[in-house]
């Protein structure tokens, strides 16, 4: 598996709604230059549930490469970069992938439902 380099999605100087800057970081991974997964690192919200921030978000992994550890290196890669960049807690939203984050460390911060559905609130501290 290779990473490529990390990418900025939106220029700085791209303003939410609010006047926020909508700052994004994208981490891949991949296998013989094809991507397999990526996740991301988002500062603002665009239109926000919580007043909380930063936020690992948008996970993906292809199904043929999950329970192999592409979504954990994801995950710790984003943790890394927001660690980096002075960050000491992070958040994410999630039902179905809750044991999955508990098993890295996330904790559950608050239940609640979002359009109908549950919907879960974790946290972890860097």
Known sequence: MSRRSPSCAWPPSLKAPGGRSQRIWRDFAGLGGSPIGSCLFVRNEIDPAHDLTPWLAGLVVDEAYR???????????????????????????TWQARSFYEALGWTATEA??????????MSCAL
Do not use: D
Request: hydrophobic share 45%; net charge negative.
């Open 67 to 93: 329970g192999q550890g592409v979504g954990t290196a994801l995950v710790r890669a984003i943790e890394g970069h927001a660690a980096s960049a002075g960050v000491n807690r992070l958040y994410l939203y």
């Open 112 to 121: 609640f439902e979002q359009e109908g559905e549950p919907m879960l609130l």
